[in-house]
């Protein structure tokens, strides 16, 4: 079991080597064309508390960014592994958008949010709820290509 492991990363290395000395070859630095990028969010939520998580992501964090005109993201709900849900963001700027502290969708939806749950202080007791209801996270970046 562990030589299979062990053939099974060499070979995976010795993929990777020769894909990448055949793309090097002609040394011409290549820009992707048009790549995608994505913002992808796992979430581990505690024991029993997914529905409500699902609920307040439909009944509240939704309908704010509609109101706001910012993007959702692609909802997965996952039967098996570590994470409850995946949330798959498109990032409309490409990789740029990584420069924001915070953006101004970030900053449309929290004001939207704010309107809609009737202030400042209640969209952040709704955001308080939501973030205890999660036992861990993970927050990564892809490229669709």
Known sequence: MKQSTVIKSFLLFVCFVFTFQLSAQD?????????????IVMVDYHSGKLD?????????????????GTNSPMRLVMETGEYDLLLIWDMKEGIEGMNWDVSPDNIKWWSALSKQEGGNDKAEALMAEYQ??????????????
């Not at 205890?132 to 290509?145: E, P």
């Open 27 to 39: 040394g011409k630095a290549k820009k992707y064309d048009n790549p995608t990028w994505k913002r």
């Open 52 to 68: 409500r998580a699902l609920e307040i992501i439909d009944n509240h964090f939704k309908k704010a960014a509609a109101k706001a």
């Open 132 to 145: 205890s209801l999660i036992r861990s996270g993970q927050t990564n970046v892809a490229m669709l290509r």
